[in-house]
């Protein structure tokens, strides 16, 4: 079965880094775009970041867009999140997540649009 398991997470002070890897099995992962989302206390999941099948293609949500890059290695069936100059505003549960497959080009920041997410791994940010 399809399993996306998180790591990589923890407590940094604002302006550092940390990067976050999901290990992906159980489906044909180079073929299927895959997304990073968060969810922070009191709020709804949102859209971070997501890349194709094949790499090369990659889209960010504003807020993360210049200081976060999204990569995946289908050799090893992982994606990674790498998190730069992080701001309190980042702090929350981030999710890996499976896209379905289907005009990806236009649903890729829709939670949706995804089929299948991880438990998630916690990031916390302090000022």
């Known amino acids: 079965q399809v399993q996306l398991v998180e790591s990589g997470g923890g407590l940094v002070q604002a302006g550092g880094s940390l990067r976050l890897s999901c290990a992906a099995s159980?489906?044909?992962?180079?073929?299927?775009?895959m997304g990073w989302f968060r969810q922070a206390p009191g709020k709804e999941r949102e859209f971070v970041a997501s890349?194709?099948?094949?790499?090369?293609?990659?889209y960010y949500a504003d807020s993360v867009k210049g200081r976060f890059t999204i990569s995946r290695d289908n050799a090893k069936n992982m994606v990674y999140l790498q998190m730069n100059s992080l701001k309190p505003e980042d702090t929350a549960v981030y999710y890996c997540?499976?896209?379905?497959?289907?005009?990806?080009?236009?649903?890729?920041?829709?939670?949706?649009?995804?089929?299948?997410g991880g438990q998630g791994t916690q990031v916390t940010v302090s000022s």
């Open positions: 997540a499976k896209h379905r497959g289907r005009s990806f080009s236009s649903t890729y920041y829709l939670g949706g649009a995804y089929d299948y």
């Open positions: 890349i194709i099948g094949y790499g090369g293609s990659t």
């Open positions: 159980g489906f044909a992962f180079s073929s299927n775009a």
